[in-house]
């Protein structure tokens, strides 16, 4: 079946980078996403990656894409406390055109 | 301007109740969708919807019906509410269903609680 797994929660200091870990099931994936939900918040797509690309940079984050592995990173640099947060990885369902499969959340807790 | 809202915001109310939750896009979406979080922050899909076209998560009880009365709005209603309702429901859009179009924007969660 369809699943993405993440690890639930990671705590990093202040200033550290942070790596957060994602491995999906459908090799066929067209786009990967990373979501972020701040305390009491809706998800924000974070960012994306198109299945051709093996890295993608912008700013802070580093999206690292393994296809053989099915392997999705995302690492944040410079952690910041704003940076706390759960972050979710997704992928689109192979048996449900349009749906995206969330990871339950990697919580990101980071200490001054 | 907020893309996609959801109202109300808080949603507290006793068990055996009917209650809706309003949902609306100013996107210019074709497709949305309805999930549930639970209190792990477990996020699971309850519905999609594009083009009339209705998609349900198997696991979903018929007590949850969405309604749709154009393609800005997507409701859920929700019949004889249970304890285990008890949740975060987000509302979200896409562009469409293929490629980047499938990039989903979420609204800001309604917060229901069932005594």
């Known amino acids: 079946g369809e699943d993405v797994e993440q690890s639930l929660f990671l705590s990093v200091r202040e200033g550290d980078s942070s790596v957060i870990n994602c491995t999906y099931t459908d090799s066929s994936s067209t786009y990967l996403y990373w979501y972020k939900q701040e305390p009491g918040a809706g998800l924000q797509l974070l960012t994306y990656?198109?299945?051709?690309?093996d890295m993608k940079q912008d700013q802070r984050l580093t999206v690292l894409l393994n296809k053989k592995d099915k392997h999705l990173s995302l690492r944040i640099a410079d952690t910041q406390t704003g940076d706390s947060a759960i972050y979710f990885c997704?992928?689109?369902?192979?048996?449900?055109?349009?749906?995206?499969?969330f990871g339950k959340g990697t919580k990101l807790s980071v200490k001054p | 301007d907020t893309a996609v809202s959801q109202t109300p915001k808080y949603l507290v109310t006793q068990m055996g109740n009917d209650k809706s939750i309003k949902c609306e896009q100013n996107?210019?979406?074709?497709?949305m969708y309805w999930y549930k979080q639970d209190s792990k922050k477990f996020l699971k899909i309850m519905f999609s919807?594009?083009?009339?076209?209705?998609?349900i998560n198997e696991t979903v009880p018929n007590r949850f019906s969405p309604k749709s009365p154009d393609k800005a709005h997507l409701n859920l209603h929700i019949n004889s509410l249970e304890l285990g309702d008890s949740a975060v429901y987000f509302c979200?859009?896409?562009?469409?269903?293929?490629?980047?179009?499938?990039?989903?924007?979420f609204g800001p969660g309604t917060r229901l609680l069932v005594l």
């Open positions: 997704a992928e689109p369902s192979r048996g449900s055109q349009g749906n995206l499969i």
């Open positions: 979200a859009s896409s562009q469409g269903l293929a490629g980047i179009q499938e990039t989903q924007y």
């Open positions: 990656i198109f299945s051709n690309m």
């Open positions: 919807y594009n083009n009339k076209e209705l998609i």
């Open positions: 996107l210019g979406h074709d497709t």
